[in-house]
């Protein structure tokens, strides 16, 4: 199995469309088959107001498909703290995601604008 329980992950899911919402998924796996992970967490929604994602207040748990081609699943050290984490935009305008204590994990391919 590539994704074991208790791995945190970060997970984006892919616009199919320009005016797809744009949503991340952050959070630890609880439970893993051979299809599917159980994941609690935060879920990120991208607000074009603000150019910014914001991360909604409660902690949720999600089923994703490992089946699913609309996913990118990253995996995150599990000495990030996921209350920690938030999205920063760098000089470069690529979208980094931290946790203020030293983890930085780049998830922008063509830049934040984009």
Known sequence: ???SKDEKVHIITRRLFDGDMRRHFVGVVEEVTDEAIRVKGYA??????????ARRKNKRTRIFGLTDSG?????IPQTVDLDDLRYVTDESGNRIIIDGHGFEMNISEFGALR
């Open 71 to 75: 996913l990118i699943v990253n995996v």
């Open 1 to 3: 199995m590539l994704v």
């Open 44 to 53: 990120y929604i991208y607000d074009q107001t603000s150019g910014e994602f």
